[in-house]
């Protein structure tokens, strides 16, 4: 630890100034942090991290033994308590400065954001500070707002005492600079690439509320969609009225790798899936269940039965079915018997008699 007596008198003031204040920064630290991150849940805004700290004495008595003149209190050294919020895209840096003008006051006159200063060898040190006060008074605080990737240079570049007092070499000093670039590229890139993505997502969107769903292709994000326009219920309303069923909500994310490998590519192609096999589903489902008791239906009733016709009229047999139970179950013997018994009770269906040389025997 560095002694204060290498201080001068009045460093050595500050100092136990510092000591006397010690209390009230721990308490405005736990206070601040605790106040942004209540406004950011609020607002739904998701961080990497929100870190805060208070200077230590080592520290600070560094920071006097530079420029201790500037000081007249130890209130007018304005980061003996920090907090650093760390986002994943440059444009969240600008949402959290927006939360923070909110919730705290800005000292605008000590703020500063270094993202504006342009240095070819500032990347690590782009950040936005503000130099803030709790709405209730007390010391003022600092708060650093910066993406990962900044954060992370910043880090790399303090372990490789790249900013210390030591003389680096141009050509050193060039990689980094020609690193920063690219690190900045990158940080830039992926949040034009999230604003693209962002728009691609209500494009699609539209598509599917206008029903134009041969111009989407199939995946995750657009089934998703799809189903918010409740495309199995009139066949699950069908297939429950066999028993006078209620209907529980089940996912159906589990059967979009199933409807790919049938080669389905776009919402269209589901939507026609669905149509050509409605009927017959419904008849298999009739089939199977007219001889039940159950009176609780899942969701994903209408799907496994459209599902299953289409193996079928494609010619996969008992096969076929196991490979359709294995999909949603998980692979066990049980699905063996599940897809006979569903084979069984196909057999005397009419769109069976239609594929009859392509099931018979499989």
Known sequence: MVSPLTLDLHGESL?????????TL???????????????????????????????????????????????????????????????????VDKVAAIAKRVFDIDWQESVDKRKL??????????????????????????????????????????????NDVK??????????????????????????????TDYRRQVQSLVKNGRLDEVPLSADTFRNYLELHPF??????????????????????????LES????SLGDVQNFIDNNSDDAYQLALSHLALTDLDILSSSAALLYLSMVHVLKCGGGRKGLKLIYDN?????????MLADLMFEQARTLSFMHMNKESNDGK
């Open 328 to 336: 949603i179950n998980g692979e066990s013997d049980a699905n063996g």
């Open 233 to 258: 219920d009139r066949l699950n309303r069908r297939i429950a009225a066999v028993n006078q069923a209620e209907i529980y909500h089940a996912s159906l994310m589990p059967f979009l790798s199933l």
């Open 15 to 23: 100092i136990q100034q510092y000591r006397e204040l010690l209390p």
């Open 26 to 92: 721990k308490q405005l630290a736990q206070e601040a942090n605790k106040q942004l991150r209540q406004a950011l849940e609020e607002k739904d805004i998701y961080v990497t991290a929100i870190e805060y700290r208070i200077k230590s004495e080592n520290s600070l008595i560094g920071k006097l033994e530079l420029k201790g003149a500037k000081y007249k209190s130890i209130e007018d050294v304005t980061d003996l308590v920090g907090l650093r919020v760390i986002t994943f895209y440059t444009d969240e």
């Open 168 to 197: 680096i070499p141009d050509e050193f000093i060039r990689q980094f600079n020609r690193l920063a670039g690219m690190l900045e590229l990158i940080d830039d890139e992926f949040s034009r690439l999230r604003i693209v993505l």
């Open 118 to 163: 342009h240095q070819l060898d500032s990347f690590g040190y782009n950040s936005l500070h503000y130099i803030c006060r709790l709405k209730t008074g007390g010391p003022r605080f600092e708060l650093q707002m910066r993406t990962a990737l900044q954060h992370v240079w910043s880090t790399i570049e303090h372990d490789t005492g790249y900013k």
């Open 262 to 265: 049938f080669g389905l590519k």
